[in-house]
């Protein structure tokens, strides 16, 4: 990559408050841009004033949702220096959803050269309060002013930053999740294990009724036979039955959650057994009522790791270890926030700093 162009803005915004932190409202001071063009690539990487794009109303984004992204996050240690937590993963996986949705592969140090620019330039937007951090929003979308269908040939990679608290309102709190019956977010074949824009549009109006229902998510099924369970709208899902900890396998329409895979890589450290397996919403209801489904949470970057403590599938409602955290959960959440926020050891070596 060429040398990133640094502009600083001539005007600093104010931060707010750490303990008035809405996830994605506030944005710091920059953003970093890169265009890419046919026959010259990747091309301009450079870091300015936060501000509004312009872009021809035709652009092919608009219209056909050639877009992808990512979410990761900066922490503050406790020594006030700034990291990241396995950022390679998150370039890796962008370079799989742009492949996907034929968008041109960005170099994965470029990736994380440019995440690291923009984390230092608003270095100062890191909070630093007990589970605060600054989310982190690469995407990619295609920028061709032609309504044609095909492939765009140019390109805008953008990162975004906003300091954040906790994603769900309730913190830790567990939340409540219904296995969604009637829309689907992703089929086999298709974009589902991507993190691309479209599939977050799918999956909008099931989020919204249950809401309404006083439900935070919905848990999706597979799109075929509507039986097995995938994941909730913005995590992964794991699930403590019997002692050992299952999970939906990656069949193509989950997205592979950099959480989900350091919640397994952890608890396989810890000698906890863990399937990754097709699951159906049937044996999941069935582990409830024998009383062996002993605690449930969902992984994310935004949501860290969120204990689940209430399912209901239809008529049939559970409540998961008394609607509390459960001991594997809490164990799960401490330890992997305690390597984000640098209070414990690193010992699979998942962090980055940020120089
Ligand atoms: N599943 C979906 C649909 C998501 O949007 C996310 C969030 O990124 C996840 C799972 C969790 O992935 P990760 O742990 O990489 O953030
Ligand atoms: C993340 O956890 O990084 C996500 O991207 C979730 C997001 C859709 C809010």
Known sequence: METIKITKAAELKPHPAPETLVFGKTFTDHMFLMDYHTGQGWHDPRIVPYGPLALDPSSMVFHYAQEVFEGMKAYRTPEGKVQLFRPYENARRINASCERLCIPAIPEEDFVAAVKALV??????????????????PFVFAADASLGVHASHSYIFCIICCPVGAYYPEGINPVKIYVENEDVRAVRGGTGYTKCGGNYAASIRAGERAEEQGYSQVLWLDGVERKYIEEVGAMN??????????????????????????????????????????????????????????????????????????????????????????????KLYDTLTGIQWGTQPDPFGWIVPVE
């Open 120 to 137: 230092q330039v608003d270095e100062s937007w890191v909070p630093d309060q007990l589970g605060t951090s600054l989310y982190i929003r």
């Open 237 to 330: 899902v794991l699930f403590k039955v019997d002692g050992a900890v299952i999970t939906p396998k990656l069949t193509g329409s989950v997205l592979p959650g950099i959480t989900r895979k350091s919640c397994l890589e952890l608890l396989k450290s810890w000698g906890v057994p863990v399937e990754e397996r097709l699951i159906t919403a049937q044996e999941l209801f069935d582990a409830a009522q024998a009383g062996k489904l002993e605690e449930a949470w969902g992984s994310g970057t935004a949501a860290v790791v969120s204990p689940i403590g209430e399912l209901a599938w239809g008529e049939q409602k559970v409540t998961i270890n008394g609607g509390q955290i459960g001991p594997l959960t809490q």
